[in-house]
Every structure is written in structure tokens, then in C-alpha cells.
């Protein structure tokens, strides 16, 4: 009988996931890393990633070093003798020495069509540049970010009302598969090709920040629509309406033409507010107040009366 791989698995938050389960059901999952506990929630309580959560409830090993550049944290991967590493989402830098450890080498899932958006926040730069497509790429990993050859990849299109959120998912489910074919491969003694990745088209999704939330109403409204879609659910795009400041978690951009200042609120009813951009009209459709909820636009008019048209 074939021994099962000896597979080393490091990711930190939920779109790591079904990666976790795919690896567990194509070989043998010798230990978890991912993040140490972090304060998290309004008492800021040390809590647990979700790669952790889960790995515990499936009874494996868990291990969360600081760093890996250590002589230690070498040491300790190297007696785990793994065939191989997967890397999804971690949030730790692997060095060269790291790397070399695993006989077949570390393999990365990444949320996009490589090597386009490298780097921390592929799923939302997409949405945010409009792009009409995404996938997941399995790379074999070097010392560059994200710059290693692709092993597999899948597609799928960026759909008119997909959020951060909605492909996030999406795309974290493709992750699995692709990671859970070229297992199958690897399993089966055919090891996928490793195919360098262009060097044109090369775009850098930098980390998300909360002071792009911001919206700035002299923008286009699709610009403003697409960074809507692209925030939710973190960090939330929001805005200044009427003098109050909203949270806006779903918005439609129309191609109207107006003469009002951008910012000005042309109409609020039922179907949305229609605010005045730079070019075009941003209809809001769910927003939120400063320490409430989500809600529909009609019902926000409910406490502002004075902005129905």
C-alpha cells in the first residue's frame, strides 16, 4: 500500500478552510500552523483563527510560531518529515530555508488569476478595478510574492452583484478544488507542470485599509459602486448623506445625467436614494446608521422624512 502524503497545512482565516478539509482528504494532515490567538471582539479576548477552531475539532496538531526564521521553527517542521506544504492565507513569510524543507516542495492557493492582483487583498482589488473575471491559481512557491510557477487554475467570472463577501466564497471553494486535483496528481505520481507566470500584466493588490471606506462623492458613480461591492463586508464603504454619516452596503450605480453638485441627494423613495457623483448617480439601496443596523433605504427614510422626493 501507497503511503499517504505527509502533508503540512498553514492558513489563518476562513477562506483557508476548504483548503484544510481538501488536504485532509487527499493525504495525511501532520500538523496545522496559522496566527497566534489575537484580541479580538469589544473585550478583546485572545481568540482563536479559524483554521485553529477547525483543525482542533478535526483532532490535529496545531502550531502557532511568531515567526519561521528560526533555527527552532526549522528544526520542528523538518521532524514532521513532510512531503509537502500547503499554504493558504497564512499571513507568516516562509524563507528559502523553509521552503526546502518539504520533499515535493510548498504549494500556495491564491485568490487570483496570477499575475494579476499579487499580494494581500486580491478578492477585493478585483471588484474595486472591475474586472470581469477572477480564479484561484496553485503555485509552487519561491521567495517572491506570489511569484512562483502556477501548477493549476480555475475561472470564474465576476458577476454584476458579487461583493467581497460573495466572491470570497466562491473562490475559496475553487481553491479546494484546484488544491484537491493537483493532490490527486501528486497522489498518482504525476506532479503538474509548473508553468513560470507572465511578466506583463503584473498588478499588486495592497492590503485593505479603513480609510478607504471612505467614499468621496466626485468620484464616478460606478467607481463608487464597485468600492461599495468591494468592501462588504469589511470594512464597509460609507459616506457623508445629507449631513449624517452612513455605513452603505449595497448601492447600484445609474447612468443619469444631472447638474447637481456631487453629494446632493435628487431623489429618495422606496426604491433608493439617488445621490449626485462626479459622473452619473449612485442609488443607495441598503445603508446603516452610526449604532444600528443594515437596512433597507425606504426604512432609513422612516427617520429622516425631510429627504423623501
Known amino acids: ?16 478552510l476548504p483548503s484544510l478539509r481538501a488536504a485532509a482528504r487527499h493525504g495525511q494532515v501532520v500538523a496545522v500552523y496559522t496566527q497566534p490567538d489575537r484580541p479580538a471582539g469589544r473585550g478583546r479576548q485572545l481568540a482563536a483563527s479559524p483554521i485553529k477552531q477547525a483543525a482542533l475539532n478535526m483532532g490535529l496538531a496545531v502550531r502557532q510560531p511568531s515567526t519561521l526564521r528560526s533555527a ?4 520542528e517542521l523538518a521532524a514532521l518529515q513532510p512531503d509537502l506544504m500547503v499554504v493558504v492565507a497564512y499571513g507568516l513569510i516562509l524563507p528559502a530555508k523553509i521552503l526546502a524543507i518539504p520533499r515535493q516542495g510548498c504549494w500556495n492557493v491564491h485568490a487570483s488569476l496570477l499575475p494579476r492582483w499579487r499580494g494581500a487583498a486580491p478578492i477585493q482589488r478585483a471588484i474595486e478595478a472591475g474586472d470581469a473575471q477572477t480564479g484561484v ?3 509552487r512557491m519561491d521567495e517572491g510574492l506570489d511569484t512562483g510557477p502556477v501548477l493549476l ?12 463577501g460573495s466572491l470570497h466564497n466562491r473562490l475559496a471553494e475553487l481553491g479546494a478544488e484546484v488544491l484537491g486535483d493537483a493532490l490527486t496528481l501528486l497522489k498518482a505520481g504525476m506532479r503538474p507542470a509548473a508553468i513560470p507566470q507572465a511578466s506583463a500584466g503584473v498588478a499588486y493588490a495592497r492590503k ?7 467614499l468621496d462623492w466626485n468620484d464616478a458613480a460606478e467607481v463608487l459602486a464597485r468600492k461599495v461591492r468591494a468592501f462588504n463586508p469589511w470594512p464597509i464603504a460609507e459616506a457623508d448623506l445629507a449631513g449624517e454619516r452612513v ?24 426604491d433608493g436614494i439617488d445621490v449626485a457623483c462626479g459622473n452619473g ?19 432609513y427614510l422612516n427617520a429622516r422624512p425631510s429627504l423623501r422626493a
Do not use: W, Y
Open 72 to 75: 527552532q521553527a526549522r528544526a
Open 137 to 139: 491559481c496553485l503555485m
Open 153 to 164: 487554475s480555475l475561472r470564474t467570472p465576476i458577476d454584476a452583484d458579487d461583493t467581497g
Open 208 to 214: 485593505l485599509e479603513k480609510s478607504e471606506a471612505r
Open 281 to 299: 448617480v449612485l442609488r443607495l439601496l441598503i445603508v446603516q446608521r452610526e449604532g444600528g443596523r443594515a437596512i433597507a433605504a425606504g426604512d
Open 247 to 270: 455605513r452603505i452596503h449595497d448601492a447600484r450605480a445609474l447612468a443619469s445625467s444631472h447638474a447637481a453638485a456631487p453629494g446632493t441627494v435628487l431623489s429618495a423613495n422606496r
Open 1 to 16: 500500500m501507497i503511503a499517504p502524503l505527509r502533508i503540512v497545512f498553514a492558513g489563518t482565516p476562513e477562506f483557508a
